[in-house]
């Protein structure tokens, strides 16, 4: 079956880098039917879609308009895996971070990560 | 604050039916499938709903979902107290892309 395993730092510096990797297996990143996205979760912003990469003939990304001027996801096909980086992280960017699977590209988010916690502080 | 505005909280005796509301606009509801999600505490989402009123394999036909103009609408019947979670849907949004409602939270005195 399809499992998405994330890794990264739990605390990061305010003004610093936030990154994050989600590994895949079961499926594949470069996949033309599946969307790859970030979504994370706080107490004070409830679930917020920041982001996603997709391959049909060609890679594409999106972002939410809140977060795209600091915002980069990239894939590596020779991993099969997608992350995340975003950049000058403030204390608002505290929360749980989630890679998910699209199964269709139109938010049928059939499979989630497990989830990691960042904090945000000096 | 989102774009899709869903009531906090809902509440029903078991056995009962509720329903869960998403309102939105003509740039998102008005013209894009609408996906519901469950969390239970402690949990990640969990798709109950796609493209307004399907249901993923394994998904009791007790859930079911709809849409009509800008709005949509969570249905449960039957309900037990396994169904106590926070309720979630979205939909792509013209200016925002993906766009989350603010959740309701389903109470089963």
């Known amino acids: 079956q399809v499992q998405l395993q994330q890794s990264g730092p739990g605390l990061v510096k305010p003004s610093q880098t936030l990154s994050l990797t989600c590994a895949i297996s079961?499926?594949?990143?470069?996949?033309?039917?599946?969307?790859w996205n970030w979504i994370r979760q706080s107490p004070s912003r409830g679930l917020e879609w920041l982001g996603r990469t997709y391959h049909r003939s060609k890679w594409s990304n999106d972002y939410a308009a809140s977060v795209k001027s600091r915002m980069t996801i990239n894939s590596d096909t020779s991993k099969n895996q997608f992350s995340l980086q975003l950049k000058s992280v403030t204390p608002e960017d505290t929360a749980v971070y989630h890679c998910?699977?699209?199964?269709?590209?139109?938010?049928?988010?059939?499979?989630w990560g497990q989830g990691t916690m960042v904090t945000v502080s000096s | 604050q989102s774009v899709l505005t869903q009531p906090p909280s809902v509440s029903a005796a078991p056995g009962q039916k509720v329903t869960i509301s998403c309102a939105g606009s003509s740039s998102n509801i008005g013209k894009n499938y609408v996906s519901w999600y469950q969390q239970l505490p402690g949990t990640a989402p969990k798709l109950l709903i796609y493209?307004?009123?399907k249901r993923p394999s394994g998904i009791p036909d007790r859930f079911s979902g709809s849409k009509s103009g800008t709005s949509a609408t969570l249905g449960i019947t039957g309900l037990q107290t396994g169904d106590e979670a926070d309720y979630y849907c979205?939909?792509?949004?013209?200016?925002?892309?993906?766009?989350f409602g603010g959740g309701t939270k389903l109470t089963v005195l």
């Open positions: 493209d307004n009123n």
């Open positions: 979205v939909t792509w949004d013209s200016r925002l892309y993906a766009s």
């Open positions: 998910v699977r699209d199964r269709t590209g139109n938010l049928v988010f059939d499979i």
């Open positions: 079961g499926d594949s990143v470069s996949s033309n039917s599946a969307a």
